[in-house]
């Protein structure tokens, strides 16, 4: 054996996979790092989507209502000028109101990536599924048709009905853009368990309680598919899969916004040149709550202490409830709510879920502390609430007067 030259030396045992190691954490560091950097981007987003979508809901709600009193306001001009003036205006109010309808679908896919406002109820899906069919209906393309299956017997399920309806209406979009040549979509759903074979096994998605039965609502087309390297990124924020500009990039991330803030699940199959198919896992209502009857009641002539720091919202609110024979005490922070209540009294606290100072959960507990039967409504531009109290009534903003009359008539005296 030769001896080793000078200033040559044997390399180290276990050097080289040493060096791999190391190589190996600093790069799992830097993937974390970046993923923990795009998560903080991402959250900061959906906070300013939130913050714009509140403010957008609050100018919807005052332009919506003023609008249906406009519109009554012309209506009674027609003895004195005319049918025909009073048509003209109306026609003008209504291309008002189609472009308020247009804002308002904006500020919801907002709301809904910034988080959407967690408020579940039993939903029929028939009826869910027949609303937005007819409302999407006459903006199908030429020689698309849409293909309805769904059970007689399909249960209700527990899900955001706005969130629901602006789901399915998405996905319906999606495949009608799918299909430039014409085509079919088919909207199907059947009760499943979600932990058989072929279930939901690919696109992200939170995990499912096992022991709770779901319903797969489904929205197939025969279009033109994605390639694996826009599917890999369909639910990526401002990411459009459409071809050019065509997209917002937020239609298929809202949609799963929706799913995970109702703990479902959503699965996608693409074939390029053979189409798409895009299921939700919706959790099945378990209580009897029937879902096509509420009961209400007269509930006129109440004390109502309002509270909304917005003055617009808070002067037009004041407005449909003294509309309806109710008396109205109106203030813009919750510390005045508290103190007109303690003076004045009061049936029923309405009040803004965002509130400054005080939060209006806050307030409620506040508010309950003296008198824990207190009829409650908040308004909620969307967000989730952080806390939950019981018998505490929500509205999202926009909301119309009779929605607004017809859920504080709900309330129990």
């Known amino acids: 054996m030769s001896p080793t030259g000078a200033g040559q030396h044997e390399p180290i045992a276990g050097t080289s996979r040493w060096d791999d190691e190391r190589t190996g954490v600093v790069q799992e560091r830097a993937r974390l790092s970046e993923q923990l950097a795009q998560a903080q981007r991402l959250d900061l987003a959906g906070r300013l989507a939130g913050g714009v979508a509140h403010d957008l809901k609050n100018l919807i709600t005052v332009l919506s209502s003023y609008l249906d009193l406009a519109s009554g306001s ?21 291309q008002i109101r189609q472009a308020v309808d247009r804002t308002e679908a904006l500020a919801r896919k907002l709301m809904e990536f910034a988080g959407g406002d967690g408020a579940t109820e039993p939903v029929d899906l028939h009826r869910a599924v027949a609303s937005v069919h007819a409302r999407l209906a006459p903006a199908l393309a030429e020689g698309v048709t849409v293909e309805l299956d769904l059970p007689d017997d399909l249960p209700a399920v527990r899900v955001d009905t706005d969130g629901l309806e602006q789901a399915l209406e998405q996905l319906l979009r999606n495949s009608n853009d799918a299909l430039p040549e014409g085509g079919t979509i088919v909207v199907r759903a059947r009760v499943t368990d979600t932990a058989a074979p072929g279930g939901f096994t690919s696109g992200p998605r939170p995990p499912l309680d096992a022991g709770r039965r779901h319903v797969r609502l489904a929205v197939l087309d025969d279009g033109t598919g994605m390639e694996d390297e826009t599917l890999t990124r369909a639910f990526e924020p401002l990411f459009s899969t459409k071809p050019g500009a065509r997209g917002s990039g937020l239609g298929l991330p809202t949609v799963l916004s929706f799913v995970q803030q109702i703990d479902g699940m959503i699965d996608v199959h693409s074939v390029p040149g053979e189409g798409t ?40 609110v004041t407005e449909m409830l003294a509309t309806a024979g109710h008396r109205v005490l109106a203030c813009a922070d919750g510390e005045t709510g508290l103190r007109l209540l303690e003076q004045q009294g009061g049936d029923v606290l309405v009040a803004e879920l965002a ?49 607004l009359l017809q859920t504080l008539d709900e309330l129990a005296p």
């Open 74 to 94: 012309v209506q009674d001009l027609a003895p004195r000028v005319g049918d025909g003036p009073v048509e003209t205006i109306l026609d003008d109010l209504d």
């Open 355 to 403: 509130l400054p100072g005080l939060p209006g959960w806050r307030l409620v507990e506040r508010a309950r502390a003296s008198r824990p039967r207190l009829p409650v409504l908040l308004f909620t531009s969307g967000q989730a609430p952080t806390r939950t109290t019981a018998d505490v009534r929500m509205l999202v903003k926009p909301f119309s007067s009779e929605r």
């Open 277 to 316: 198919t895009i299921a939700l896992a919706l959790p099945v209502a378990t209580d009897d709550v029937d879902v096509d009857e509420r009961p209400v009641g007269d509930g006129a002539g109440r004390l109502v202490v309002l509270v909304d720091p917005n003055e617009r919202a808070r002067r037009l």
